[in-house]
């Protein structure tokens, strides 16, 4: 499954990499992508793991920048 999330207040690209480069990491994750410029999230996960998944991306966005929110 593929989904792409608005986000609100990313502050920074450096911030955008890191965030990528950890949900990229998780189990079950085929393909991220935290676009700093469009301020728009990509996520491609399997269908049975797609809302842990999710759940676990926005748990990543909280510590790295609190203050960005993804909206669903």
């Known amino acids: 499954m593929r989904k792409v999330y608005k986000l609100e207040d990313l502050c920074c690209a450096n911030c ?20 700093f410029l469009t301020q728009k999230f990509t996520l491609e996960a399997e269908d049975a793991q797609f809302d842990a998944v999710f ?17 669903r």
């Open 16 to 35: 955008a990499a890191q965030i990528e480069d950890k949900i990229a990491r998780l189990d079950g994750v085929q393909h991220a992508r935290v676009n």
């Open 55 to 71: 759940a676990e991306s926005v748990s990543i966005f909280n510590k790295i920048e609190p203050d960005c929110t993804v909206i």
